[in-house]
């Protein structure tokens, strides 16, 4: 399995709600990564998970909340969001290590915030 | 700080004519360098790296470090080449873990 699996595909929620974006791999990598991509822009790294535990969070709000319950899952709690956070929201994962020998990306959850 | 600049948004040529897609970096330390391709509703896909120096559907990178570039090229274009391409920089600070940053992509058309 070569995959990043992401699902939802598409996730439409109000301001109020409380919903999760999930994320998988069977590659054997232990750095895995959330990215925010707006239309007809780069990727903007959230966070980074490495060995299950968080090691960057590029100043991302609260409402915005990561989780990696083991090496293979990778969790984006949302609550209370805001419509310009509506965006195609990516999950990648890598080896671990002094260097890296890319990112596999999986094809994204395309959320709207109503 | 990391800094990957992509200095043209648009690129159109036709198709046989040869294409570079330019990338400029600025990082303090020994920078690893990739091209990334987004084509039309699919996930954005790794090209080519700047370790393995390999050359993927025609297309090659050379890292220049007195120059900071990484630019992409590819001497007969064709039309399934059109598609977003990103260069990213993987770099780390002293007190983080790395992290892969983007430019802002060139989106390539390539006619008939």
């Known amino acids: 399995d070569t995959e990043v699996t992401q699902t939802p595909k598409h996730l439409v929620m109000g301001m109020t709600n409380k919903k999760s974006l999930k994320c998988e791999q069977h590659?054997?990598?232990?750095?895995m990564y959330w990215y925010k991509q707006k239309a007809k822009k780069p990727p903007e790294l959230m966070f980074v998970?490495?060995?299950?535990?968080?090691?960057i969070n590029e100043s991302v709000p609260s409402r915005f909340s990561p989780e990696c319950p083991n090496s293979s899952l990778l969790n984006l709690h949302l609550h209370a969001l805001q419509p310009e956070d509506s965006a195609l929201y990516l999950c990648?994962?890598?080896?671990?290590?002094?260097?890296?020998?890319?990112?596999?990306f999986g094809s994204g959850t395309r959320l709207t915030v109503v | 700080a990391q800094r990957v600049t992509q200095p043209e948004k648009l690129l159109s040529v036709f198709k046989g004519a040869p294409v570079e897609l330019k990338c400029n970096y600025s990082?303090?330390?020994?920078?690893?360098l990739f091209w990334y391709v987004q084509y039309s509703r699919q996930r954005l896909q790794l090209l080519l790296r700047?370790?393995s120096r390999e050359s993927i559907k025609g297309f090659t990178a050379d890292l220049n470090k007195g120059e900071t570039s990484f630019h992409l090229k590819k001497p007969f274009a064709q039309e399934e080449d059109s598609a977003m391409y990103y260069c990213?920089?993987?770099?780390?600070?002293?007190?983080?873990?790395?992290?892969?940053?983007f430019g802002q992509g060139t989106i390539l058309t390539v006619h008939p």
């Open positions: 990648a994962s890598s080896q671990a290590g002094t260097r890296t020998y890319g990112y596999t």
């Open positions: 590659m054997g990598h232990r750095a």
């Open positions: 998970y490495s060995y299950e535990k968080l090691s």
């Open positions: 990082y303090s330390g020994s920078p690893e």
């Open positions: 700047h370790i």
């Open positions: 990213a920089l993987f770099g780390r600070s002293s007190t983080s873990y790395g992290k892969l940053t």
